[in-house]
């Protein structure tokens, strides 16, 4: 497999997430260890994102979403990278190190960038509208969506702040909304 030839610093979790994002490329990595991250660490990252720009790759559960909450209110222009849950679970454990080199390889190609100048471009009836809320099956839907999109999952409100704040554009929700339900 070619690597990727990534500018960016990558933020994990953990050295076992590192064994798996080394395995696509020879980018600089940054492991937070936890919520503790220690200060040596965060001049680390201050450097890496004044420098080179961060890219947060962080578990898709509970605690990796506050890490990437915590790193984006300190490096608000950081790219994110979504890996999604079903990918990552394993033996029901869930993480980074579960995925295979293949699917890390597939969301860094799907980076997302935060728009500066979010304006509300989708709105709770445009999910609506596409079955991402209020049916039985929105959850999968929406799972699927995220996917496609490089967002991740999330709930509605989730799922509606990532389109707006990531720039994602009518027609690339709509393409990918229409291919998420031929599956």
């Not at 679970?89 to 500066?116: A, H, Q």
């Not at 209020?134 to 839907?141: E, P, T």
Request: proline share 2%; hydrophobic share 35%.
């Amino acid at each position: 497999m070619d690597k990727l030839n990534i500018k960016e610093a990558i933020v994990v979790e953990g050295r076992d997430d590192t064994a798996v994002v080394k395995q696509i490329t020879d980018s600089l990595i940054i492991e937070t260890h936890g919520f503790g991250i220690a200060k040596s660490t965060w001049e680390l990252l201050e450097k890496a994102y004044k420098e080179k720009g961060l890219i947060i790759l962080t578990d898709p559960d509970f605690s990796g979403e506050e890490i990437r909450r915590k790193l984006s209110s300190k490096f608000p222009e950081s790219k994110h990278v979504y890996m999604p849950r079903k990918k990552a679970v394993k033996n029901g454990d869930i993480g980074i190190e579960n995925c295979t080199p293949e699917d890390v390889k597939k969301v860094l190609e799907k980076v997302c960038t935060i728009k500066k100048d979010s304006t509300c471009t989708f709105e709770l009836k445009d999910l609506d509208k596409a079955g991402l809320i209020g049916r039985n099956d929105s959850k999968a839907l929406r799972e699927k969506v995220g996917e496609l999109l490089g967002i991740g999952y999330g709930n509605g409100n989730a799922m509606l702040k990532k389109l707006n704040t990531f720039g994602i554009t009518r027609e690339d929700f709509e393409a990918a909304v229409a291919k998420a339900k031929e599956r």
